[in-house]
């Protein structure tokens, strides 16, 4: 039973390790460290119907594939490579917080202290984290890539549609809705608690 009360904080603590590794700290390095681990290419939608050439340049910026091709970018400066890796640095930041606010949620299911009142706040924060990570890194892909392409031949060609991952905006609404039942519950508690 133990084992079982300490599993949540198990997952949270090694997906916040994670994360804030591989997704987070190591592209940070590469964009602005000596190791060249950045991203150079970006995948976009073409208006370009049928194959296009194996590969249009421009410059510093090379466009290959069909339909969905994909942006390469030769010697990219920093503003280019921090461009590349900010939507999903974004998204990454924010699995952090959900990440942290889940283990400050599983110590106090650990110590049986479900309906604590300051769960409700972590729930509602986790709601907010993936509301965001389903709405603010694609539009900060589509941002960034038209910065990116902005002033090169690519930007008639190349660009990227919006889309809202509509899974995290479902689990959005269902984590409020837990929030609204642990708020409910914590207000049980207070009342039980009045009565003792």
């Known amino acids: 039973m133990q084992t079982n009360n300490h599993a ?14 591989f997704k987070v700290l190591l592209p940070i390095v590469g964009v602005v460290g000596p190791l060249s681990l950045a991203t150079t290419t970006r995948t976009v939608d ?37 461009l590349l890796i900010l939507p ?10 959900v990440f942290d606010a889940l283990l400050r949620l599983a110590r106090t299911f650990h110590m049986e202290d479900f309906f604590d009142p300051r769960n409700v706040r972590r729930l ?28 090169t031949p690519m ?3 190349a660009h990227t549609p919006y889309a809202v991952d ?18 409910r519950g914590a207000r049980l508690r207070e009342d039980t608690e009045g009565l003792v």
Do not use: C, M, Y
Request: proline share 5%.
């Open 124 to 151: 509602l924060v986790i709601a907010g984290a993936v509301l965001l990570i389903g709405t603010l890194p694609p539009a900060l892909d589509v941002l960034t890539t038209n910065l990116l392409v902005d002033g």
């Open 166 to 183: 509509e899974v995290a905006l479902f689990g959005a609404v269902l984590t409020a809705a837990a929030a609204a039942a642990f708020r």
């Open 155 to 157: 930007k008639q060609t």
């Open 46 to 82: 073409t208006d370009v119907h049928g194959a296009l050439p194996d590969a249009t340049t421009s410059g510093p910026v090379t466009l290959r594939g069909t339909g969905r091709a994909e942006l390469v970018f030769h010697s990219p400066d920093l503003a280019d490579r921090l």
């Open 88 to 97: 999903e640095l974004v998204g990454a930041v924010l699995l952090l917080v």
């Open 8 to 21: 949540l904080d198990w997952i949270a603590g090694l997906g916040l390790l994670l994360v804030g590794l």
